[in-house]
C-alpha cells in the first residue's frame, strides 16, 4: 500500500487488528449511535423510507461497527463499507453475524477512500452517498485533506458526512496524578506519529471541514 493512500501499512495496530477493534466498537459503539441520531442522519434515512438511503463508511476494518449501524438504522439503509485491507474485509465477509439479511443491505469491498472515485470501476459512486462515515480514520492517513476531499465528492448535494476521531493532545488522565501515566501518553504519540498516525488530529477536523469547503 502507497503511504500516500489511507490504512494499510499506515494503521498502528498489530495483527490482532480484529480484537482490538471489538474492544473500540463496544466502547464507542454507544457515542456513535447517538452522533447519528443528533447529527439527522437517522431522521434523514426514516423520511425517505420507499428508497433505499446509501451509506459509505470509510475505513470499516473487520466490519464491527458497519454491522452495529446496518442493525440500528432503518432497513431502506444500503452500506457500502470500504476499508484498504483485503485480510480485514475478508474478516468482515466472514463474520457469522454478517447473514443473508444483512448481506442485501451491506456490501464490504476493498478500497481507499482516495481511490474509490479514482477506479474505472467505481466511477459511478461520484455524489451517489446520502451519508459517508468515517470513524478513527484520519488519524491514519498520511493526507486527511485528500481523504476529506474524496468523501465530500462522494455526496449528494444535500448528503452528510459525518467524522469521528481522536484527540490525545490533552493527554491520558489519572486520578492520582501517576508519572508513567504521562510517559505511556507522550510514547504512544511519538511512535503513532513514526509509524504514519497522528492520534492528536482530532481537534483539527474542523478546520479540515472549512478547507474541503
Known sequence: MSSTVSGGDQYI??????????????LFWPSSHAAFSQSGIVQRASAKIAQPFRLLEIGCGAGLSTLSLAKALPNNVHITAIDASEQLIASAQSN???????QKRVEFKVSSGESLLASSDYCYYKEYFDAVWLRFVLIHVPDPI????AARDCLVDSGMLLVEDTDAASGWVSDPPFLA????????????RKLGADVERGRMI????KEIG
Open 206 to 209: 474542523g478546520r479540515f471541514m
Open 181 to 192: 501515566n504521562d510517559f505511556l501518553h507522550k510514547a504512544h504519540a511519538e511512535l503513532s
Open 146 to 149: 485528500a481523504l476529506l476531499r
Open 13 to 26: 495496530h498489530g495483527d490482532d487488528n480484529s480484537k482490538r477493534q471489538n474492544i473500540l466498537n463496544q
Open 96 to 102: 457469522p453475524e454478517y447473514d443473508q439479511d444483512l
